[in-house]
């Protein structure tokens, strides 16, 4: 089926690891994005990608990297996971850059640092 | 800077009963707004979205939501709750000419008792 997808769905690692959420989308949407998700902050912007080879800081961007070498993937690595990246991290895309283009999410990777 | 402001955590209303869960927005002209609904294990599903004309927006499963420019509002609405519309509901708001960049209020959680 068409959509998005992210893998893995749940990861334990430990501190000081290195680790990468996958997103994938079949929609061929410009615009993804990575978003995390805990309790009392709702869902805060990590990074997001215009494009191929375009990506760009939201709000929560340290400790993160992210690349797009292809349009329908945008992955999202923790160099080295600390404890504070525990969370639920969740993968959208959209068609354009307007906010009139609404957001697809994926079910999320639930990342338990310990 | 913008901001959303979900007052209301944790929402219990009876199986059949109405519901209004209240959303209150930051922002400097007239934003674009949404209210969004995660299921368990699930992500985001978009609901309904108001940009500008009619102030009252339909959406999905029987949603209403009312903006109201003087009170900042944009607060969702159902006449008649089921069982399945528990969940975790989200209130954004966009601006004109972002990059899709939504903020995200922290959610209202709804239980449904039958």
């Known amino acids: 089926d068409a959509g998005i997808t992210q893998s893995p769905r749940y990861k334990i690692t430990e501190t000081g690891r290195q680790v990468t959420l996958m997103c994938h989308q079949t929609w061929s949407h410009s615009y993804m994005f990575w978003y995390r998700q805990d309790l009392g902050h709702g869902l805060r912007l990590i990074y997001y990608?215009?494009?191929?080879?375009?990506?760009d800081k939201g709000e929560v961007p340290d400790g993160y990297v992210v690349s797009r070498s292809k349009t329908e993937n945008f992955p999202l690595t923790l160099e080295s996971a600390t404890r504070s990246q525990t969370s639920v991290y969740f993968c959208a895309s959209s068609e354009s850059s307007s906010p009139n283009s609404p957001l697809h999410f994926g079910n999320g990777t639930r990342l338990t640092v310990t | 800077a913008q901001s959303v402001t979900q007052p209301d955590i944790h929402i219990t209303v009876s199986e059949g009963a109405s519901l209004e869960l209240r959303c209150n927005y930051s922002y400097g002209a007239t934003p674009y707004l949404f209210w969004y609904v995660q299921s368990p294990g699930q992500g985001l599903q978009l609901l309904l979205k108001y940009f500008s004309g009619d102030t009252l927006v339909q959406g999905i499963k029987g949603f209403e939501a009312e903006f109201k420019r003087s009170q900042s509002s944009f607060n969702l609405r159902k006449p008649s709750v089921h069982w399945s519309d528990a969940a975790e509901y989200f209130c954004a708001v966009g601006a004109r000419g972002s990059q899709g960049n939504l903020i995200f209020g922290k959610g209202t959680k709804l239980s449904v008792k039958p």
């Open positions: 990608s215009a494009a191929a080879d375009i990506t």
